[in-house]
């Protein structure tokens, strides 16, 4: 089992119980002086709660509005808001999104808070660390703070555009942490210049980072991580030679995809998958725990282990529909019974590990989801949950542990594999795309067929770049599926008004008829089309900044 198990999540609680002075960002310097920095491990453990800005976003973990796929057409949340849930509130109402409030998508407050720590914690390294350490060991510190402070910037950036750029040496006194009036009034940098600045630290972080970290601090910051996100933001950032770049020394660095694309996601799967994984975050079996299972398990198994289990996000019928069939021939609801027994059991292996449907198999038992089954699908409405039902006809596999019973007196302890080199892979096509089709059409087309292999499907071809961008669009939704990358995806390729406004998620409604089954598709989001609005790709900045911000502006039409 990984230190950094202990590391990133609880450090926090053991800081959370120590009294108000301790948690003082701006009162650091008694604390930092007498314990933090005494020793190596007491500074280990101080710099490696950088992390948490990773948990705050969690996908396994997520709390009120960061589950991102459920913002998008490929899953949808279960209630209306009584899990204080914003999804389906935010696709079909204009007052989720207003001035001054970014609603559920809301970061400003909670990435600004990590963004000082970090810049405090920076100096304090400086301070603290050089005379007790040296420089060698401070840069890989520094590194890793970094990198974490430019990932609390990506998150502010995909929801708010361009934003005020606050490090360690920006401030009048240096650490621009807050403490000083001057440091208030600050214009916010344009976006372009906001991606520079992440893939510039994310440059930095990657260059003096260590490949490896020993068994004790494994799972911390690598350089393959470093240059993971650079391929990721770089794609935000327009900057496709970079994506590209970045990938490939992913790549030279050891990184290749799992044989199983169902293990990548077990925690007892008994596959190595420590060369698909990145970066993830790690729990602990009844004690560093999250409620996955509990908030995710079909419905059925509320009687199975006779405790409440809700499915709370589902995915949607326009994402089973995506997936193809093994053979890679693709799936139409109109031609599926000419030469398949039923839609679901040839599909191909990533559709079975995301998705559980009527008739699959789970846990001994067979998944029902026509009405009066023990998974029966209930319509969803605009002023209720399902009470843990699916409303589309379908239950998210993906991440559950099969067999685990364990998850009623323990808690769910599965990491979060926040980036893969599948995604990587991803990257780079599309990267390679945008660079030029028609000059690089053998390398998108090599690192999209990448994915594919791994779970036994043909190569595709494509003609020109919109033919290809059509693919791997698809891909992307399908391989990452309940990972949080379809919402900001549409953001970036400014296609969410064009897949969400005026359009319904889909559900499918099973009914028995004569040993078999029909089957309906039908709309899922209560009788009211969704709604994405040209403005919604730069929400409004919080009252608050603008009120003590004399500096900043709103984004239009906010």
Avoid at 278 to 284: G, K, Q, S
Wanted: with cysteine; hydrophobic share 35%.
């Amino acid at each position: 089992m990984k230190k950094y198990l202990t590391v990133l999540m609880a450090v926090f609680a053991v800081m959370t119980s120590c009294n108000e002075e301790v948690l003082d960002l701006y009162n650091t310097k008694e604390i930092s002086d007498l314990a933090v920095w005494s020793t190596e491990s007491a500074a280990e453990m101080y710099i490696t709660a950088s992390y948490k800005t990773f948990t705050d976003v969690s996908q396994v973990a997520s709390s009120r509005g960061q589950y991102y796929d459920s913002y998008s057409d490929i899953m949808k949340s279960t209630s209306w808001d009584q899990y204080n849930h914003p999804y389906n509130k935010a696709l079909l109402l204009t007052s989720a999104f207003k001035t001054g409030d970014a609603g559920g998508l809301s970061c400003w407050s909670d990435a600004y808070s990590r963004i000082r720590r970090a810049n405090v914690l920076l100096t304090e390294i400086t301070r603290y660390g050089l005379p007790r350490y040296g420089e060698e060991w401070c840069d890989v510190r520094r590194a890793e703070v970094r990198l974490c402070r430019a990932f609390s910037y990506y998150r502010l950036i995909r929801v708010y555009g361009g934003v005020i750029l606050r490090t360690d040496e920006s401030g009048v006194n240096g650490v621009d942490d807050g403490a000083s009036s001057e440091d208030i009034n600050r214009k916010r940098a344009s976006e372009a210049e906001s991606w520079d600045f992440v893939l510039n630290e994310l440059q930095w972080a990657a260059e003096h980072l260590p490949e490896k970290w020993s068994a004790a601090w494994e799972g911390r910051a690598t350089k393959k991580m470093a240059y993971g996100f650079i391929s990721r933001m770089a794609l935000s950032a327009g900057k496709w030679q970079t994506a590209v770049d970045a990938a490939e020394k992913v790549k030279e660095l050891g990184a290749a995809l799992a044989p199983d694309y169902a293990k990548v996601f077990q925690v007892d799967g008994g596959q190595d998958n420590s060369k698909e994984i990145l970066f993830a975050l790690y729990y602990l079996s009844g004690s560093v725990i999250h409620s996955y299972d509990r908030y995710n398990r079909p419905f059925g198994d509320n009687a199975v282990y006779t405790t409440a289990v809700y499915a709370e996000h589902v995915p949607t019928a326009e994402l089973a529909d995506m997936y193809e069939f093994k053979d890679g021939t693709a799936f139409n609801w109109n031609t599926w019974s000419g030469s398949h027994s039923n839609p679901y059991t040839d599909r191909e292996p990533r559709f079975h590990a995301t998705m559980l449907y009527n008739g699959a198999t789970w846990e001994g038992r067979t998944i029902q989801t026509y009405d009066g089954g023990t998974d029966a699908f209930v319509a969803f409405t605009q002023n209720a949950s399902t009470s843990g039902h699916t409303c589309t006809g379908y239950y998210l596999r993906k991440y559950l542990q099969e067999g685990n019973s364990d998850f009623i007196t323990k808690g769910s302890y599965q990491y979060d594999a926040v980036l893969r080199y599948a995604e990587v892979l991803l990257n780079k096509a599309e990267a390679y795309a945008e660079l030029g089709f028609d000059q690089y059409k053998t390398q998108a087309l090599q690192a999209l067929n990448e994915v594919r292999a791994r779970v036994g499907l043909p190569a595709l071809s494509a003609t020109d770049k919109d033919a290809f961008m059509t693919l791997l669009r698809k891909e992307r939704c399908v391989e990452l599926a309940g990972e949080g990358f379809r919402y900001w995806d549409l953001k970036r390729w400014k296609l969410a008004e064009n897949v969400i406004n005026g359009r319904n998620a889909h559900g499918v409604k099973v009914t028995p008829s004569g040993g078999g089954y029909t089957y309906e598709t039908v709309a899922c989001d209560g009788g009211t089309p969704r709604i994405f609005l040209d403005k919604y790709y730069y929400l409004s900045l919080p009252t608050a900044e603008m009120a003590n911000n004399k500096l900043c502006d709103n984004n239009p039409y906010w």
